[in-house]
């Protein structure tokens, strides 16, 4: 399987770019991983570009904050559930400073919520990277997720 992370912008504090290389390093060993960035804009014109690069993907989970809310539990079913249904590939998307456009939302196979509090950007996708690797070790019952 692998994870495809769409996200707008780039992670330029180094605090943040340390901790998502860790989670990616870690998420490594259970799944491939590519991350695609994308140029700040309108939301409009991110949506755009998301769309364009979202082209060939076979599954589509926005981070949106109208999303379904899941615990690291529920996570790690929503993955096992995606591994007995055979995807290959799932991308995750991660818009801008306004968010997702209504056209990325709409063409998505999923809409998850990290919380209902507002994260920053790169707060945004280390925390969704952690919980992909927490979910990666609740289902194979390692420690790190107690």
């Known amino acids: 399987m692998k994870f495809r992370f769409v996200w707008v912008g780039k992670t330029k504090d180094p605090n943040w770019k340390s901790l998502q290389e860790d989670y990616l390093s870690r998420l490594s060993h259970f799944v491939r991983t590519e991350i695609v960035e994308l140029k700040d804009g309108t939301k409009d014109s991110e949506g755009k570009l998301i769309l364009q690069k979202l082209n060939q993907s076979p599954f589509v989970c926005v981070l949106d904050v109208a999303g379904r809310q899941v615990s690291s539990v529920g996570l790690a079913d929503e993955i096992e559930n995606w591994q007995n249904r055979g995807l290959k590939e799932i991308s995750f998307v991660i818009g801008g400073a306004e968010g997702v456009s209504s ?7 999923n809409s998850l919520s990290l919380s209902f ?12 990277l952690e919980q992909l690797y927490r979910a990666f070790t609740i289902i194979k019952g390692f420690p790190y997720q107690k």
């Not at 056209?103 to 196979?109: L, S, Y």
């Open 117 to 128: 509090l507002t994260f920053t950007h790169e707060m945004a996708r280390v925390v969704l």
């Open 103 to 109: 056209a990325v939302v709409q063409m998505a196979d």
